[in-house]
């Protein structure tokens, strides 16, 4: 993985390709590279770092043409390098791009050296192309040549793929890995997100597994799995260039920090109806399904696991219904039990998360009848694949740690709360005063975003540190979780949480003036546990952070700083306290001179397993 761009035209298309990979850098990478035919020769630049260096090299030497493929990659076989960035080529007459990875790359690999074949890189992407160039060999047609080239590759994979013998065609594949095709007057293109094609298009085809695309300029021919000719439909996309745009931020995290208030309100529009939460939201089957269930189990990776960790509290305490949590990515390797009329909740911000989408999978084998998915992107594959669907309505989220995405999605979940809880044991009057709070989040989130300068005066006890600690109890043990994930992937700094009681089996040992301790302590029933746990920081020489609701008495210590976060309910104040979480981590990355929107390692959207 990670970005794929492709376009072909009555036009240069170079231009297109670029601005592609610049729309699609959000999702992290380490080289990035492209190709065209021109004058039936394959044209190929390629260079290690961001695309900037790509397009500097370009100026230098240019290429052009109106048919072309373009990649960024995030490094899974091969050292980051010039050589291992994509497009990958055979004989100067086929050339690919790739996202997704090829399990059976070594048995390929292996019979293609004994064929003659030169590997010119570390990657699995290169046995693609020289899979097709030897099925090109033998039947002299480029579709039926890629038709049998992927019938021979396990795993998951998008492709991209030009060759000199047919100019005027682009093909592309999807097995696992998303990519949708854009279309244009005369033009057809490529990508793995929307985004990337948004200013030369906002009409999309989106394309399920097994597809292969054969693209003209003025035409798209789609086979399916079956190697039949099939039509799927063209869709208006609503997203617009503009909405992928910092504007007067610094940074997208910052910019998605704030469009949280908007975000919360654009979740909530329109799925009340005289403060009555409507079932239909989920779908048009949501009453049956719902009144089936008789436990929950959600699936999730990340940040999205963090919500549900949230969600598993507020189901089993408010709504009294069992629920169970599982990391998607070990679900289907440790033979799971479900228990009967379960209900799946999917939890992604992307909805092409590949360990999501293979838990899922598996636990619809296991017998789970019932499928629910609670997703930011519309025509995603868990969309595709769930019986019901809630979206979280957060808009582009370029960053790579997420923020408005997490938090609309505990939004969702809390809905998900009110609807089943009315199967179970959520009274009309909590069912009431949930959804009047719910209604007030927008403006608790506006109060936590006016301490922004109090907390980037905060990070500055940051600067030379390299661990920390996040406490919390209840439903805020998870926020706890989601704060140490925010300071770890943007700033490098070793994170972790804990349950606070759980201070004194192991953690204290960790305790002195150089480990700062985040707390998050809401007024709730758990308060004076809370408080306990943070003396025994305290007597130990720890240097306490305290996000601390405003109507609570500080603590007297020298070496307790509070900050006091505006009151909220008990129900959404897992929601509220995520925010100075978010804006800490922000202000100690860009302290640290951290690239805070694309860290290093990783990818926003992670297609493979």
């Not at 039947?139 to 021979?152: L, N, P, R, S, Y």
């Amino acid at each position: 993985m990670c970005g794929i761009v492709g376009g072909i035209a009555q036009r240069n298309v170079v231009p297109i390709l670029l601005e592609g990979l610049k729309r699609l850098e959000y999702r992290g990478y380490d080289s990035a590279g492209l190709a065209v035919i021109h004058n039936n020769e394959i044209y190929r630049k390629r260079e290690l770092g961001k695309v900037k260096g790509l397009e500097d090299l370009l100026k230098v030497d240019p290429i052009s043409g109106t048919i072309g493929i373009a990649h960024t990659r995030w490094a899974t076989h091969g050292v980051p390098s010039t050589a291992n960035a994509h497009p990958h080529t055979c004989r100067n007459r086929v050339t690919v791009v790739h996202n997704g990875i090829i399990e059976n790359h070594e048995q390929l690999r292996s019979q293609q050296i004994l064929d003659g074949y030169k590997f010119t890189s570390q990657t699995d992407t290169e046995v693609i192309v020289h899979q097709i160039f030897d099925a090109l060999e033998s039947t002299g047609d480029f579709v039926t040549a890629v038709k049998q080239a992927t019938a021979k590759l396990q795993g998951a994979f998008a492709l991209g793929i030009m060759c000199t013998d047919q100019p005027d065609t682009l093909i592309a594949c999807r097995q696992g890995s998303p990519l949708v095709i854009g279309v244009g007057i005369g033009e057809h293109f490529i990508a793995s997100d929307v985004a990337a094609l948004l200013p030369v298009t906002q009409r999309f085809i989106f394309l399920e597994d097994g597809d292969m695309a054969v693209l003209h300029t003025n035409e798209a021919i789609i086979y399916d799995k079956d190697d039949k000719i099939v039509n799927r439909p063209i869709k208006e996309s609503q997203m617009t260039a503009e909405a992928a745009e910092k504007g007067e931020y610094r940074h997208y995290m910052l910019k998605e920090i704030y469009e949280q208030p908007f975000a919360i309100s654009q979740t909530l529009e329109g799925r009340f109806i005289n403060d009555r939460l409507q079932e239909n939201a989920f779908g048009h089957n949501a009453k049956a399904i719902f009144d089936g269930t008789k436990a929950i189990l959600i699936l999730a990776c990340g940040t999205s696991y963090h919500a549900g960790l949230v969600a598993r509290y507020w189901l089993e305490e408010l709504a009294r219904v069992p629920c169970s949590i599982e990391v998607a990515s070990e679900f289907r390797y440790r033979n799971p039990v479900l228990a009967a009329d379960t209900l799946v909740v999917t939890i992604s911000q992307s909805g092409e998360t590949a360990d999501t989408l293979a838990a899922l999978h598996e636990a619809k084998k296991l017998g789970a009848k019932y499928s629910l998915t609670i997703c930011n992107v519309p025509e995603s594959s868990l969309v595709r694949e769930s019986d019901l669907v809630l979206m979280t309505r957060a808009g582009p989220e370029i960053g790579v740690a997420s923020t408005k995405a997490f938090t609309t999605q505990l939004v969702t979940l809390m809905l998900l709360v009110i609807a089943i809880g009315r199967r179970f044991q959520l009274s009309d009057a909590m069912e009431k005063k949930l959804t009047s709070e719910l209604f007030t989040l927008p403006g608790k989130v506006e109060k936590v975003l006016r301490l922004d300068n109090q907390i980037k005066a905060l990070s500055e006890q940051f600067a030379d540190k390299e661990h920390a600690l996040f406490l919390g109890r209840g439903t805020h043990y998870p926020i706890a979780m989601e704060g140490a994930l925010k300071l770890k992937e943007i700033s490098y700094i070793h994170a972790e949480a804990y349950p606070a009681g759980e201070l004194k089996h192991g953690p204290l040992a960790l305790i002195d003036a150089d480990m700062p301790v985040i707390t998050v302590a809401p007024n709730n029933s758990l308060l004076e546990k809370l408080k306990s746990n943070m003396q025994e920081v305290s007597a130990r020489g720890g240097q306490l952070i305290v996000f601390m609701d405003e109507t609570l008495s500080p603590v007297a210590e020298s070496n307790i700083q509070i900050i006091k976060i505006p009151q909220v309910d008990n129900e959404i104040s897992p929601i509220v306290y995520t925010v100075p979480l978010q804006l800490l981590s922000y202000h100690v990355a860009v302290l640290k001179g951290t690239d805070v929107d694309q860290p290093r390692n990783l990818a926003k959207s992670v297609t493979v397993e």
